[in-house]
């Protein structure tokens, strides 16, 4: 490989001649004087550098971006803080099993100054990969190695490179050969299926829940066959919702941010088969929902469950052989009534909690459900964690052609808008959909400048309580000073417009008319005036008031 005019190439441009090569778009980062010359060479070859305020946010761009785009997501930092400053997002993406490469400057040979720390350690704390480039080692094979092991362990890696190394010449004749990473043992998907067949067969009440890991394309149908054929209700966890939207056996979420309607069906069940789910406790409410079931999960790798049984198998393998094995079974009548579409059922809500609501503000669920109506039907919707994602969860729907994402791993606020740049960019084209509380919006509000720059087809809708909800609605249901979780954001309109978005406001009764026109092309940030006299559902349930 040579750089224009035949001169041996740096480096820093024979990584970004790897980065281009893999077909990414977009790598996101924050320059420092270990990585500004890796940044120099990306955007000389044509790869948009989407430069960010805060490193974390970097690494919540590019899995967000990997989301949206199939590609393994790329960003890179310096040295030192630069990396140390990841260290939420970097675990984010661990927790969500996302691949994802971050090139992170290791400090020159022979520094000893205050930016020296021990960063593969960081990385194994944040349960990340920490991959470093050896001397003489082709940046492409390093690189490509990386890519390679960020995939087939589904996880995220820090590849560390010398910041010195990527101003030197790369010598073509001392070539360290790429390691190549097989991905991790498959589990025995003919056992795991004659296990679930047996299993099916036997059941009065069967329930099959789809998780992240069966949204591969495959899993939904064969799961749909099975339900029709045992006449098993059809539920998922809420990174794959809307997976079943339309089935007449579909009941939604399960856990606590089930609709009710689904929450009796779901704990009359006597075996519960969760493909791709780790079936946490969100999913099972701290398995109460489920305390009469027999419930067994088909996963691809080993992971803690407690009393629940654990198949190993590939998702889409163990239901092909499921299908298979049982397709002489006769089809079985639904066990139980029904539900209708979740959007019909959440209405219920409505008119069983309704709590007055104070002027100058709204009911976030009356807001959501009028904003939902305007959302475009190949959109991508993201949604943040904390007290105002069971509102957008259970009164926004699924896109038809577009996706659902939830910003939610390790149980962080300020992870959505971050996240959906990424997804924004990595999916052009179509209009990207962000549902944010006002405190984790202001953790990262000087992103919107980043998705501003950047031309990200991005709405941004803040739920603003003007307080940390979740901690507010607690210490409410407790009796204590609730007014201590009471924290006023500024103008988040004028905010919104300073930083390049176009702003507005809904505090009343003109949700549908924002919403249609916030929903346009281009960069909008809409403040949603909520009361905090309204409790999402989730809030409600017995286990409210114990902390998670």
């Known amino acids: 490989m040579s750089a224009p005019g035949g001169i041996t190439p740096t480096h820093a441009q024979a990584f970004a001649e790897a980065v281009a090569e893999t077909g990414c778009t977009h790598v996101f980062g924050l320059m420092g004087d270990g990585n500004m010359h890796l940044f120099i060479a990306l955007r000389r070859r044509g790869v948009d550098v989407v430069e960010v305020r805060h490193e974390s946010a970097a690494v919540a761009m590019a899995e967000g971006y990997g989301w949206s785009s199939g590609r393994t997501g790329i960003c890179s930092v310096t040295h030192g803080p630069g990396l140390s400053h990841v260290a939420t997002s970097l675990l984010v993406a661990a927790r969500n099993r996302s691949p994802l490469v971050l090139v992170a400057a290791e400090t020159p040979a022979g520094y000893q100054g205050a930016q020296t720390f021990d960063q593969?350690?960081?990385?194994?704390?944040?349960?990340?990969?920490?991959?470093?480039?050896?001397?003489?080692?082709?940046?492409?094979?390093?690189?490509?190695?990386?890519?390679?092991?960020?995939?087939?362990?589904?996880?995220?890696?820090?590849?560390?490179?010398?910041?010195?190394?990527?101003?030197?010449?790369?010598?073509?004749?001392?070539?360290?050969?790429?390691?190549?990473?097989?991905?991790?043992?498959?589990?025995?998907?003919?056992?795991?299926?004659?296990?679930?067949?047996?299993?099916?067969?036997?059941?009065?009440?069967?329930?099959?829940?789809?998780?992240?890991?069966?949204?591969?394309?495959?899993?939904?149908?064969?799961?749909?066959?099975?339900?029709?054929?045992?006449?098993?209700?059809?539920?998922?966890?809420?990174?794959?919702?809307?997976?079943?939207?339309?089935?007449?056996?579909?009941?939604?979420?399960?856990?606590?941010?089930?609709?009710?309607?689904?929450?009796?069906?779901?704990?009359?069940?006597?075996?519960?088969?969760?493909?791709?789910?780790?079936?946490?406790?969100?999913?099972?409410?701290s398995a109460r929902l489920f305390a009469e079931a027999h419930v067994v999960r088909v996963v691809s790798e080993s992971a803690g469950a407690g009393k629940t049984e654990t198949l190993h198998g590939d998702a889409a393998g163990t239901l092909e052989q499921v299908v298979s094995l049982t397709r002489s079974a006769a089809g079985r009548q639904p066990w139980f009534t029904p539900v209708g579409p979740s959007a019909d059922c959440w209405r219920g809500d409505l008119r069983d909690f309704a709590p007055p609501i104070p002027d100058g503000t709204v009911d976030p669920r009356r807001a959501l459900a009028e904003i939902d109506e305007h959302i475009p039907e190949d959109a991508n919707v993201v949604i943040s964690n904390g007290h105002c994602s069971g509102f957008a969860a259970a009164f926004v729907t699924a896109p038809a052609k577009g996706r659902f994402f939830a910003a939610q791993?390790?149980?962080?606020?300020?992870?959505?808008?971050?996240?959906?740049?990424?997804?924004?960019?990595?999916?052009?084209?179509?209009?990207?959909?962000?549902?944010?509380?006002?405190?984790?919006?202001?953790?990262?509000?000087?992103?919107?400048?980043?998705?501003?720059?950047?031309?990200?087809?991005?709405?941004?809708?803040?739920?603003?309580?003007?307080?940390?909800?979740?901690e507010y609605q607690r210490l409410n249901l407790e009796g204590g000073d609730a007014g201590a979780a009471i924290v006023p954001p500024p103008d988040l309109a004028a905010l919104g417009s300073a930083l390049g978005a176009r702003a507005s406001t809904i505090s009343g009764v003109n949700a549908h008319a924002i919403a249609e026109a916030a929903l346009g092309s281009g960069l909008a940030l809409v403040d949603v005036r909520t009361a905090r006299s309204v409790l999402s559902r989730h809030m409600r349930l017995p286990s409210a008031r114990k902390a998670t």
Request: aromatic share 4%.
């Open 120 to 285: 593969a350690s960081f990385a194994a704390s944040c349960e990340a990969v920490y991959r470093r480039m050896t001397p003489g080692e082709s940046p492409a094979a390093a690189f490509g190695d990386a890519i390679a092991r960020a995939r087939a362990e589904s996880r995220p890696v820090v590849l560390g490179v010398a910041a010195d190394l990527l101003t030197s010449p790369v010598d073509e004749q001392s070539v360290a050969p790429c390691r190549t990473h097989a991905p991790p043992p498959r589990g025995d998907d003919v056992a795991a299926a004659g296990r679930l067949a047996r299993l099916l067969a036997a059941s009065a009440r069967p329930v099959l829940i789809a998780g992240r890991g069966a949204v591969d394309g495959v899993s939904p149908g064969l799961l749909r066959t099975l339900a029709d054929r045992f006449g098993a209700g059809l539920a998922t966890t809420l990174p794959a919702k809307g997976l079943f939207d339309g089935h007449r056996l579909d009941l939604g979420i399960a856990g606590g941010l089930a609709h009710p309607a689904a929450e009796r069906v779901l704990g009359r069940a006597d075996l519960v088969v969760a493909i791709g789910a780790t079936m946490g406790r969100s999913t099972t409410q």
């Open 409 to 470: 791993g390790f149980g962080s606020i300020g992870q959505a808008l971050t996240t959906a740049i990424g997804v924004a960019l990595g999916a052009p084209g179509r209009k990207t959909v962000v549902f944010e509380g006002d405190a984790a919006f202001m953790m990262h509000a000087a992103e919107l400048d980043t998705a501003a720059r950047a031309g990200a087809d991005l709405t941004v809708f803040v739920l603003n309580d003007q307080a940390l909800g979740t």
